[in-house]
T-cell receptor, first 113, second 115 residues
């Protein structure tokens, strides 16, 4: 059972435009969510997070929106840059308060110059 | 460097062989995690160590997989009798403590190919 789902395997946008990456989840008890970014041949790196008590968190060009009633979160990147081209994973905490994370399948973003 | 270090970066082996993958976490991080990432999928949790002990090994797929962290720092993931389906990138991550709400710091991974 996939608790965190990213239904779009890929997304292509033009440089300067907005990129919107989506994520759905099934467990309404998740306390927080994170987005990770992964370049080829590198490990995932943390990008931004949001607490479940908030509906928006912004960090520079990156904003994450949380819609708890829809069990949906999205990552907005504006303006998109070619260096943003990577795989983006959303993640939520696993059970047992261990700090482990459950990841979605990932969305490959391509930003065209 | 000060990041999570994993060796080897690439490992090609034959079906049935034994493999060891090593992870050197960030100094001072007590929590260590192993994940497996197959093509087109997100990282899948395998095992979590808090200090020397495996506090959660619920993600290990079967008893061919085993991990140790004898001194609470470096960890080794061991795979016996490898199968072609074990081919994946094995990622290691660490964090300052297990029960946090923050990020995990990942290494670059060890790509395992079982022929």
């Amino acid at each position: 059972d996939q608790q965190v789902k990213q239904n779009s395997p890929s997304l292509s946008v033009q440089e300067g435009r907005i990129s919107i990456l989506n994520c759905d989840y099934t467990n309404s008890m998740f306390d927080y969510f994170l987005w990770y970014k992964k370049y080829p041949a590198e490990g995932p790196t943390f990008l931004i997070s949001i607490s479940s008590i908030k509906d928006k968190n912004e960090d520079g060009r990156f904003t994450v929106f949380l819609n708890k009633s829809a069990k949906h979160l999205s990552l907005h990147i504006v303006p998109s840059q070619p260096g943003d081209s990577a795989v983006y994973f959303c993640a939520a905490p696993g059970s047992g308060n261990t700090g482990k994370l459950i990841f979605g399948q990932g969305t490959t973003l391509q930003v065209k110059p | 460097g000060a990041g999570v270090s994993q060796t080897p970066s690439n490992k090609v082996t034959e079906k049935g062989k034994y493999v060891e993958l090593r992870c050197d976490p960030i100094s001072g991080h007590t929590a260590l995690y192993w994940y497996r990432q197959s093509l087109g999928q997100g990282p899948e949790f395998l095992i979590y160590f808090q200090g020397t002990g495996a506090a959660d090994d619920s993600g290990l797929p079967n008893d061919r997989f085993f991990a140790v962290r004898p001194e609470g720092s470096v960890s080794t993931l061991k795979i016996q009798r490898t199968e072609r389906g074990d081919s994946a990138v094995y990622l290691c991550a660490s964090s300052p403590g297990g029960s946090n709400t923050g990020e995990l710091f990942f290494g670059e991974g060890s790509r395992l190919t079982v022929l």
